[in-house]
């Protein structure tokens, strides 16, 4: 497929996981790419990955939970874009811990990368967006935003906001003709889930050394995996990601998708 063959593609969170994944899709895709994440060494890892695209990757380093650092970075990715028709905001990180030993410094950091990231980049990206061709953002939500992931409060509510967040958006920029959707992985292999990685997307999950397993029930998969595995690759991730930000999807906006192998059933 090259879906992208004409398109401009900023991702944040590029640098490792599910982030490095929609890189390598887009990439594959004929897209050409600007991956951003706070970690260079995961932006080196990726563009190792990519040597056969690397002609059409850029990199940048940014914190999206930092103003300034969103503001040049998005504009240095436009400008070595030349403009931008698709926003991947993949970047997150995880935290978890019972409800009485989670503090206030690590709720308010998982907000500040997960939810206010998301807003910085979108707000700075607007612009070059409504000037774009058919204009897409794919915001990253979660399973947990819509049932039960113990521990994992701050995570939920961050997630749950970006959900919201990217109704109100669909809603607000559907005349100027930007799609807004956000997809909902659960059961996912990433540098998320399994505490690999360097980038914004990697820190694992930390479970409580007592967390009571019988409570995760609900979000096991319903579909198999090769070799009885837990976790999907990020790969299936990426391809719906791809497909959103493409013109494939180009009647639907203001809408979720739950990559989780049926878990919310």
């Known amino acids: 497929m090259s879906r992208y063959a004409q398109r401009r593609t900023l991702i944040t969170g590029g640098g490792s996981g599910i982030g490095q994944a929609c890189v390598l899709r887009i990439l594959a895709e004929g897209g050409r790419v600007v991956a951003a994440d706070i970690s260079a060494e995961g932006l080196g890892d990726t563009v190792a990955k990519a040597a056969e ?14 103003e300034e650092s969103v503001r040049a970075g998005v504009a240095r990715a436009v400008q070595r874009l030349g403009g931008l028709d698709t926003l991947v905001n993949a970047a997150g990180i995880l935290r978890s811990a019972h409800l009485t030993q989670t503090t206030l410094a690590d709720f308010e950091q998982v907000l500040r990368v997960n939810l206010v990231g998301t807003f910085l980049v979108t707000r700075e990206a607007i612009g070059a967006l409504r000037d774009g061709t058919n204009p897409a953002v794919v915001n990253f939500s979660s399973t947990s935003a819509q049932f039960a992931h113990p521990y994992m409060a701050a995570y939920a509510a961050s997630k749950g906001g970006v959900l919201a967040m990217t109704h109100t958006w669909a809603s607000e920029f559907a005349k100027a003709g930007i799609r807004f959707n956000s997809v909902q992985p659960g059961s996912i292999s990433s540098g998320m889930t399994d505490g690999s990685g360097a980038s914004q997307q990697s820190v694992g999950p930390g479970l409580p050394e007592d967390a009571d397993f019988t409570l995760f029930g609900k979000v096991a998969p319903m579909l198999p995996l090769d070799g009885g595995a837990i976790f999907a690759t990020p790969d299936a991730v990426a391809a719906v990601v791809a497909m959103l930000g493409s013109d494939d999807a180009f009647f639907i906006t203001g809408t979720e998708v739950r990559i989780d192998g049926g878990s919310h059933m």
């Open 53 to 66: 695209h690397g002609e059409r990757l850029s990199t940048v380093v940014l914190d999206v939970g930092d």
